[in-house]
C-alpha cells in the first residue's frame, strides 16, 4: 500500500483533523512503519496455527444474574444534575432540518 499526500488527506478528512507539514510527514513515516510490520507478518508460515479468537482459554465466563434491590424513582433522580419531579433532563440533541 502506497503512504502518500492523497492518503494523507482522505485520512485527515475521515478524523477531522488538521496536521501541519511536519505532522504530516511523522504520521506518514509512522503508517509506513505499521504497513511494514503487517508485510513482515504476511511471511509467516501458519499452516496449521488455529486463529486467536480470544486472548482467554476461558469464553462467555458471566456471573449469576442476581435480582437485587431497586432504586425508586426520587432516589434515582436525586444525583441528577437537572430533572424535574419524573424525568431526568438532558440536552436536545437532535435537531430538525430547516429546509
Known sequence: MLVDDAL???LSRLSM???DAAEREEIKADL???IGFVDKLKELDTTGVEPLLHM?????VLREDVPGGMLTQAEA???APLHNEAF???PKVIKK???
Not at 482467554?56 to 462467555?60: K, L, Q, S
Open 8 to 10: 494523507i488527506d482522505k
Open 17 to 19: 483533523l488538521e496536521f
Open 32 to 34: 509506513e512503519k505499521m
Open 56 to 60: 482467554a482459554g476461558e469464553v462467555n
Open 77 to 79: 433522580l436525586q444525583n
Open 88 to 90: 431526568f433532563l438532558v
Open 97 to 99: 432540518d430547516e429546509a
